[in-house]
């Protein structure tokens, strides 16, 4: 995928910094957090994609892209909410399946390079 | 206010909740009684404990905050946080006291915090000397003009008020000075800094002049600080 590099090279930790205050053992914490918490919602995603509820997608998109905006993941949150409204049109399309792999794609070197950044925040 | 505000979060997100606490946690005067994960969570712990503010999200699961809040018979004061604006309408109808988007700044935090802490209608604690700031230096108590102090800075355990012509290191936090200052004159614009808006004399890229001092200004400040100059 075309914005996969671009992805990995692009977490902003401006607004996490500015609201711990620069501490970092709370940044590490909040990380984690993302660490922890983000596969397991992408998982329900997924879940309730093939099970065609509606609502538990959006509110599932939603947390995603709650927590992206807090590392400033932009174009990533675009593209769920491109699966939203995709969704909505034809929840079986391939259309679909193809932005929920992109997204868990995606998804997949964030949470790498976000392993990186705090092992190298534990080691500093 | 002398006695602290009991208040709770309500969101479904881990990561929201940790991000609140860490705001709950920098202000002075908020008791953090409990970080919910559901409103039904909240619920309980409603019915058991005295609450005097809820920081809510809508969307969650089983019971959204809007329901919630239909659900109660006395309402504690409610800050609703999410990420959409479309529930604003529906919230302010349950007559929340304000309503934020995320993510949350500090200083929009702060904003919000205030109008619970000084509701229209209520007034506010009397005090003898209103535009005055009284610090102790030494074994005194100096009375400042409020109209004089230019700005103040952080130092540690410490804050240092410029005056015209004259600094005042107290012992005290930003937090702390904060609560004392009218907040339609003073603002903060920095973790180190708050400026007399009053005094400000110019702003170049994210630096304000300031009584012949350069203050860096914070990035979750800037539209802030924007949003409180007279501009043309």
Redesign the interface.
């Known amino acids: 995928m075309k914005d996969q590099q671009n992805d990995s090279q692009s977490i902003d930790l401006n607004y996490l910094t500015t609201i711990t205050g620069g501490d970092r053992d709370k940044l590490i914490e909040l990380l984690k957090i993302f660490l922890d918490q983000t596969p397991q919602t992408f998982k329900q995603l997924n879940t309730s994609v093939g099970l065609m509820q509606g609502a538990q997608v959006k509110a599932q998109a939603a947390q995603l892209k709650a927590n992206l905006n807090y590392i400033g993941r932009e174009n990533l949150i675009l593209t769920l909410s491109q699966l939203e409204s995709e969704f909505e049109i034809s929840p079986n399309s391939q259309k679909v399946q193809d932005l929920l792999r992109e997204i868990r794609e995606r998804l997949d070197i964030l949470q790498a390079d976000i392993k990186g950044l705090v092992g190298f925040l534990l080691k500093d | 206010m002398n006695s602290r505000i009991n208040c709770i979060i309500v969101d ?5 909740r ?2 609140l606490e ?2 709950v946690e ?1 202000t002075e005067g908020l008791n953090l009684v409990a970080s919910c994960s559901s409103a039904i969570e909240a619920s309980n712990l409603l019915s058991k404990e005295k609450i005097d503010l809820i920081l809510l999200d809508v ?1 969650m ?1 089983q019971m959204s905050g809007l329901e919630l809040l239909e659900s109660l018979n006395e309402k504690p004061d409610v800050i609703m946080i999410t ?2 604006e479309k529930y604003a309408v529906s919230a302010f109808n349950l007559e929340v006291t304000d309503y934020i988007l ?2 949350v ?2 200083p929009r935090f702060l904003k919000a915090i205030r109008k619970v802490m000084t509701p229209a209608g209520r007034p506010e604690a009397v005090t003898a000397s209103p535009g005055k700031l009284f610090v102790k230096v030494d074994n005194s108590l100096i009375g400042l003009e409020l109209e004089h102090i230019i700005m103040v800075e952080a130092m540690a355990d410490y804050v240092r008020i410029y005056t015209e012509g004259k600094r005042y290191t107290v012992y005290s936090s930003m937090k702390g000075v904060m609560t004392k200052l009218p907040e339609d004159q003073f603002m903060r614009v920095h ?1 180190s800094y708050i400026v007399n808006l009053d005094r400000i004399e110019s702003i170049e890229d994210n630096t304000v002049v300031i009584g012949g001092n350069l203050i860096p200004v ?3 400040y800037q539209k802030f600080l924007m949003t409180r100059l007279n501009t043309l």
């Open positions: 479904d997100d881990a990561m929201t940790k991000i860490n705001l920098e969307e699961p990420s959409k995320k993510p700044s500090y973790r914070g990035v979750t």
